[in-house]
Nanobody
């Protein structure tokens, strides 16, 4: 069974940076795409960023220019580098992968607060 394990979350001050990682139990090149979603308190889960198997990326408008999704195929890991964080970025961030089925990580909390 495919496992996605997020790490790297925590507390950061507004304007700061944080990187979260997603370690996958299988080769990530086999997935059509990898993505990050987030769910803020009291809100629905929303898509944040996607990286396709060919390396193309797409971002939610509100994070464009601040967040960068990347992948290391050798480490079977996907990253989300988050810069210029603001309190509206506070959420549980989920790693997501798609192949024949859809897979989700357990989520990791990111809190932006002074």
């Amino acid at each position: 069974q495919v496992q996605l394990v997020e790490s790297g979350g925590g507390l950061v001050q507004p304007g700061g940076s944080l990187s979260v990682s997603c370690a996958v139990s299988e080769s990530i090149v086999s997935f059509s795409y990898m993505a990050w979603y987030r769910q803020a308190p009291g809100k629905q889960r929303e898509w944040v960023a996607t990286i396709l198997s060919g390396g193309s990326t797409n971002y939610l408008d509100s994070v464009k220019g601040r967040f960068t999704i990347s992948r290391d195929n050798a480490k079977n890991t996907v990253y989300l580098q988050m810069n210029s964080l603001n309190p509206e970025d506070t959420a549980v961030y989920y790693c997501h992968a798609a192949r024949l089925y859809l897979y989700w990580g357990q989520g990791i909390r990111v809190t932006v607060s002074s």
